[in-house]
């Protein structure tokens, strides 16, 4: 354990909460980073929509992933150095790690300390032989990768769960590029992608019957009211979500009930009734939308694994 302690690398995550937290309510309209969802309690949430039955993102995807593992596992190949953006609790990397032959290590990137430790620690358990390299940072910002010593035959990205969905279009196509360097060589990235579906399946999953995705999102006035000293009363807020097909995404807003000055900091942040804070967008893609954004950023999909009703797909790209 205590050689395991020494391999460990973490940068502490950036705090620039407050000042995007400021930034996002001070403009019109007001709105706040998503990545932000993700504190413990958060994360917690997180991992509780992913189980339920009306978010089909998250079982779909291991579906997919349980019935192509080999061939998935295959295409990485030996001494595959596997690096994951947005790690969280690592439950479909298991799946990979299962199956990989002779892994060169696992570099999990997540901005959630606890969780990431908890992962880590499970992992280690799991796969006692295996190189782990954790970094705790805010993947969207730049920083540096750890370097495994031992031979390392290729990178692979993982980016599962569709996070890139997360993303504005054009700030996708900068995330890939960025991932795009690290492939470069006989690397790849292995991605998965929800696809453009019928409206009320979307709305359902972002509207679930057990209101935990309210709950998450609702939670980051939380979050704000314990980091920042603010004074948000959450029952004065409704979570409102919506697929606008135009735009291609799921939209998640706050909606104020009433006229309300909310302090931050001594700072008034005045809302009027009915005003939105605009918290996520979860874009979808068609097939030939995602292979145009990827191109754009220097990929090219070389491999599309799909569920039989084409909800989600987890796709093989590289430079
Ligand atoms: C992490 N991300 C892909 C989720 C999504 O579906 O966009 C976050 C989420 N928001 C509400 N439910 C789930």
Redesign the pocket.
């Known amino acids: 354990m205590d050689n395991f302690l020494q391999l460990y690398e973490c940068e502490p995550a950036q705090n620039t909460f407050r000042k995007d937290v400021m930034q996002g309510l001070g403009q019109q309209p007001k709105s706040l980073p ?1 990545k932000y ?1 993700y504190d413990e309690t958060g994360s917690a949430l ?1 991992e509780q ?1 992913c189980s339920l039955d009306d ?1 089909y ?1 998250t079982r779909t995807e291991l579906q997919i992933m349980q019935d192509n593992i080999g061939e998935m596992t295959a295409l990485l190949g030996p001494r595959c150095l596997l690096i994951e953006y ?1 790690s969280g609790s690592s439950t479909k990397t298991r799946m990979l790690l299962d199956h990989l032959p002779q892994p060169a290590g696992y570099v999990p990137i997540d901005i959630s300390r606890e969780q990431l430790y908890a992962s880590v620690l499970t992992l280690h358990e799991r796969y006692p032989q295996l190189e782990l390299f954790p970094v705790c940072t805010d993947y969207t910002n730049d920083f540096e990768l750890p370097e495994p010593r031992g031979e390392v035959a290729r990178k692979v990205v993982y980016y599962p ?3 890139i ?2 993303f504005d279009p054009g700030e996708a196509q900068a995330f890939l590029h960025r991932i795009a360097g690290i492939c470069r060589g006989d690397g790849g990235l292995l991605i998965g992608v ?1 696809l453009k579906k019928d409206f009320a399946l979307l709305h359902r ?2 509207n679930d019957r057990d209101g935990v ?1 309210a709950q ?2 609702l939670h980051l006035l939380e979050r704000i009211n314990q980091e920042l000293g603010a004074d948000f009363q959450r029952e004065h807020f409704n979570h409102y ?1 919506f697929y606008n097909p135009e735009a291609g995404r ?1 939209e ?1 807003h706050l909606v104020s009930l009433q006229e309300q000055a909310v302090r931050i900091e001594q700072m008034p942040i005045h809302f009027k009734r009915a005003e939105s804070i605009w918290t ?1 967008n ?1 874009y979808k893609y068609s097939l030939d939308e995602f292979a145009r954004l990827a191109a754009g950023a220097g990929f090219t999909v070389r491999r599309i694994w799909l569920d039989k009703e084409a909800l989600f797909s987890v796709q093989y790209l590289s430079v």
């Open positions: 998503s969802f997180f929509i978010y993102v947005g769960g569709s996070t969905g997360n929800d999953a972002y995705t998450f999102n979500a799921i998640m996520e979860s």
